[in-house]
């Protein structure tokens, strides 16, 4: 008999040796009290560093832990894809290696699920919805360019969503499967495609506020900004080309 797995977290890492034990302690401790089962999914995505090794001594320590060890570095869309894929809950939640986001966020998430929504998403963003805060703001030039960016995703790719990159969103199980089967882009901007993917396919998008707490240590560049405003271009042109049909 299948075994039925209502929750399944999903932590895509690379060179997380120093961030992973902290963030899977507090997963587990969290989840270990829930009247819900679960699973807790890493993926490695060719570290470099000893992160496999931290990982496979942490799942021998802690419930329901398990390694999806890939020794090729392949970005960080591949690899949640990987592990949304490979899940088994009925609901798919992708998280940061970093904790940016608690994981006791999740219960907000369970009222859109319980209503009949195939996705939930948390925003940092105040203009998706009321009580979204980062612990710390960051300088007004850097929030003019992301409202900025994130208006020009929203033109191109994904209308009427502030934040479309927070690391915490959560999907049915056959939503994550309609949608992570057809997606493409396998570095910064995959959430931009599933998001417009999930548009595409008439899915109900609900939202949660999130108070985001930054990582100093946070590897996100200038660049990877600008790259996932060029991928925007590229997932609106496959819309046009029904390459997610």
Not at 41 to 49: A, E, F, K
């Amino acid at each position: 008999m299948k075994e039925d797995i209502y929750l399944s977290v999903v932590i895509p890492a690379y060179n997380e040796e120093k961030r992973i034990p902290k963030t899977l302690k507090i997963i587990s401790s969290y989840l270990e009290k829930q009247p819900y089962s679960y699973e807790i999914l890493i993926v490695n995505d060719g570290s470099r560093d000893q992160t496999v090794a931290v990982v496979n001594d942490l799942c021998h320590q802690i419930r329901n832990c398990f390694l999806i060890d890939r020794k090729k570095n392949m970005g960080k869309g591949y690899t949640v894809r990987e592990g949304m894929l490979k899940a088994k809950g009925r609901i798919r939640l992708f998280t940061d290696a970093d904790n940016s986001t608690d994981i006791s966020h999740f219960e907000k998430m369970r009222f859109f699920f319980d209503k009949g929504y195939e996705i939930v998403i948390g925003s940092r963003d105040s203009k998706d919805v009321l009580g979204a805060t980062q612990a710390v703001p960051q300088p007004w030039i850097k929030r003019l360019m992301g409202n900025m960016g994130n208006l020009f995703i929203q033109i191109v790719a994904v209308h009427g969503i502030w934040d479309t990159q927070a690391g915490f969103k959560a999907f049915r199980n056959f939503a994550a499967e309609e949608i992570f089967s057809r997606a493409k882009i396998n570095r910064w901007a995959f959430d931009i495609e599933a998001l417009a993917i999930a548009k595409h396919l008439g899915y109900k998008i609900g939202i949660i506020p999130l108070n985001w707490v930054n990582d100093p240590n946070s590897r996100v560049s200038f660049m990877a900004y600008v790259k996932a405003l060029i991928d925007a271009i590229i997932i609106r042109w496959n819309l046009m080309r029904k390459k997610y049909h």
